[in-house]
């Protein structure tokens, strides 16, 4: 009884080693076909896409227009350039091209690409907006109302020139006078932040305007009333000192 036994077993076994070795033997034979049975796939799948690519453009799906709105700062020619037209316009990933276009300017903020079938592809920009020009010694640099960098050495000549030592880490007094609709607001030239604590204003006409530490506002809303309602005028004054609290000195 135990030699049948065995003699079952050993038939068993050598059954599963025939099952094994013709496993191993269709595997190699699979792998080895495996990257020619992959390059037809892939050669009949470009096939059907630039055929269908081709049905597409043929059928008026091209890209002719590309309309770009929201850039002041940003060059239309570097957008369009990123748009591929030789493809039709159900093929562009709007995402990627986004992407691609928000990567090729620091000005911009956000990117919303969406098509008007057939052939128009729209791209609207929203860029950063610049407040002020800062100094730093020989760099100068744009930046937006919260104080943070936009971009290095970009000329923009209406712009407040703003510097001084930590002077971006108080910027409050500046963005208050620079968004009050205010005459004084407009002969504006620069800011300089003196000494860690205080502020100088340098007119258009050459006059600096020396603020008080404390309530600097107050001292600069007071002047602009003396422009509103009395005959001072600025272009008479290289120097107008308001760092004494209700005394203002002058200097020709």
Avoid at 206 to 232: C, M
Wanted: glycine content about 4%.
């Amino acid at each position: 009884m135990l030699s049948s036994v065995t003699r079952s077993q050993r038939s068993f076994l050598r059954k599963c080693a025939l099952v094994i070795i013709t496993a191993l033997f269709l595997t190699l034979v699979l792998y080895s076909s495996l990257d020619k049975i992959t390059n037809r796939f892939n050669y009949y799948l470009t096939w059907c896409n630039d055929h269908l690519s081709s049905l597409l453009l043929s059928s008026g799906f091209s890209i002719d227009e590309v309309v770009v709105t929201g850039n002041k700062f940003t060059n239309e020619k570097d957008i369009l350039g990123l748009v591929d037209k030789t493809q039709p316009i159900m093929y562009v990933s709007l995402s990627r091209l986004a992407d691609n276009i928000q990567s090729a300017s620091k000005w911009i903020k956000y990117v919303r690409i969406y098509r008007t079938l057939p052939n128009t592809l729209h791209i609207n920009i929203d860029e950063h907006k610049p407040f002020a020009l800062w100094k730093d010694g020989n760099r100068t640099s744009v930046i937006d109302y919260e104080g943070k960098v936009i971009v290095d050495d970009y000329p923009i000549d209406n712009l407040v020139v703003i510097t001084g030592q930590n002077s971006l880490s108080n910027l409050k007094f500046v963005q208050d006078i620079l968004k009050s609709k205010t005459q004084l607001r407009d002969h504006i030239s620069s800011c300089v932040y003196v000494g860690g604590r205080r502020w100088n204003i340098i007119l258009d006409n050459g006059s600096t305007v020396k603020l008080p530490e404390d309530n600097p506002n107050g001292a600069w809303d007071y002047l602009g009333h003396l422009q509103n309602t009395t005959d001072f005028t600025f272009s008479d004054w290289s120097i107008i000192d308001m760092r004494i609290i209700d005394k203002i000195f002058v200097k020709r």
